[in-house]
């Protein structure tokens, strides 16, 4: 992290996200808190997911979405490793509150949190956005209000057919379910019907999101 330290005081290390590392920094030159996310290329990657990621900043930071967390800046660390600087959000992560158990995800709860997380996603990808995706441990959730603040995820591209709709839609539907069956608790559950762990959902809910999550059934 050397190439960061003439403009950035790190704190410390964070472990709650999986596969990349989580950095507490602050902005030496008006003490802002920050998060330093550092991403390796990801394994399978065919169209240079980490340029894309590095380039997306520059459309973000032009304009702004209330759903979204703020990007300040993108920083090569290396040729395979990149450094993404945003706010620091304090409110707990929605993974975490999954886990946790503590708190009821009714299906209107769901269908309002995820309405924002789509509204974000839309707007990216009519920003020409590459990198949209989302899942359970990049969306904060805000005590009390459920006001949502998401970061887009890195992910493996192919080599040509940049993510579209159908992809954001699948997204919305992995994590639907994800919130619904409380998997990332007990990924054992990944594996079970949704119509068996949540049997109070309407056939319709549940046709819909397994057609997204399945289009060849």
């Known amino acids: 992290l050397e ?3 003439d403009g950035y005081e790190i704190i410390g290390e964070l472990g709650a996200r999986r596969d990349v ?5 602050r902005r030496r030159s008006d003490g802002t808190d920050v998060l330093v996310t550092v991403f390796r290329k990801p394994e399978g990657d065919e169209g240079n997911a980490l340029s894309h990621l590095a380039s997306d900043p520059n459309r973000l930071a032009q304009h702004s979405h209330p759903n979204l967390v703020r990007v300040h800046e993108a920083c090569w660390l290396n040729s395979d490793t990149l450094a993404l600087v945003t706010d620091r959000v304090r409110y707990p992560v929605l993974e975490e509150l999954l886990i946790r158990r503590n708190e009821e ?4 709860r769901v269908a309002m949190v ?3 997380i789509n509204s974000a996603i839309e707007w990216a990808r009519d920003g020409k ?3 949209r995706h989302v899942d359970p441990s990049s969306v904060f959730v805000e005590p009390g209000s459920d006001r949502v603040l998401l ?7 192919p080599r040509a057919d940049m993510p579209g709709p159908d992809d954001d839609a699948r997204t919305i539907a992995s994590l639907a379910r994800a919130v619904l069956t409380r998997s990332v608790a007990d990924p054992e559950r990944d594996r079970l019907p949704l119509g068996e762990l949540r049997p109070g959902l309407s056939d319709r809910l549940i046709e819909q999101t397994d057609a997204l999550l399945d289009p060849e059934r």
Do not use: K
Request: proline share 12%; net charge positive; hydrophobic share 50%.
């Open 105 to 108: 995800f009714s299906p209107p």
């Open 129 to 131: 956005i590459v990198h």
């Open 114 to 116: 995820l309405r924002d």
């Open 3 to 5: 190439a960061l330290e």
């Open 151 to 157: 970061s887009f995820v890195l992910r493996p591209l």
């Open 21 to 25: 590392r989580t950095i507490m920094a």
